[in-house]
């Protein structure tokens, strides 16, 4: 099965600069590329997807890329506010069916 | 507000009990997964229905089964419980099983066995 693996698994950065997580993923044919931020005790939200006939995706500060040729996809946030301080998963899947999800980044910004 | 909705927030049992965990999915979603994350853990995927007919198995053990009733909403039973089943259970929703949906979670209910 599909096998995704996500770095760092922590990360600090000061209130804006910019953050990068990147996740690769095993399967070819994984097309769909979604990214969740989790708070502590909430629950996972959709923050921003990308598929696999897109190379590049923003909304706002947040932007995804993904190179398919080498099987990998990464998050990057700009201007980062403490707001921003979360877990981001990243998940692959093909189908729909099932969803790969990433070990997780644990994301704090420091005022 | 996701639109998922699951019942109860938080549950409290012993060991070797049986629960049940409920899971209403959005308005208009036909699928629904049920993950698992234990403690400073990912998001383990447990099991996935669509329209009612299981569509995906994950690490789903055998003491845990799961059903989705024809009104779409989903039933997570959880048997003979254990210390290490303690943690937090998410319903995810999405709006077809054809193709990549994005999924939308519930907030979750903790259980904790004593």
């Known amino acids: 099965g599909e096998n995704v693996e996500q770095h760092p698994s922590t990360l600090s950065v000061q209130e804006g600069d910019s953050a990068v997580i990147k996740c690769t993923y095993s399967d070819s044919a994984s097309n769909y590329f979604p990214w969740y931020k989790q708070e502590l005790g909430k629950r996972p939200q959709l923050i921003i997807d990308?598929?696999?006939?897109?190379g590049e995706k923003k909304d706002q500060r947040i932007a995804v890329t993904l190179n398919k040729t080498a099987k990998h996809f990464s998050l990057h946030i700009t201007e980062t506010q403490p707001e921003d301080s979360a877990v981001y998963f990243c998940?692959?899947?093909?189908?729909?069916?099932?969803?790969?999800f990433g070990t997780g980044t644990s994301l704090t910004v420091i005022p | 507000d996701s639109g998922v909705t699951q019942t109860p927030k938080h549950l409290i049992t012993a060991t070797g009990q049986r629960v049940t965990l409920r899971c209403s999915p959005r308005?208009?979603?036909?699928?629904v997964y049920w993950y698992q994350q234990s403690l400073d853990q990912g998001l383990q995927f447990l099991i996935q229905y669509y329209n009612g007919e299981e569509r995906a198995k994950g690490n789903i053990l055998e003491r845990f089964s799961a059903q989705q009733f024809p009104d779409l909403h989903s039933e997570l039973n959880l048997s003979s419980l254990e210390l290490g089943d303690s943690a937090l259970y998410f319903c995810a929703s999405s709006g077809s099983g054809v193709g990549n949906q994005p999924q939308h979670f519930g907030d979750g209910t903790r259980l904790s066995i004593l």
């Open positions: 990308i598929r696999s006939n897109v």
């Open positions: 998940a692959a899947s093909m189908t729909g069916n099932q969803f790969y």
């Open positions: 308005s208009g979603d036909l699928s």
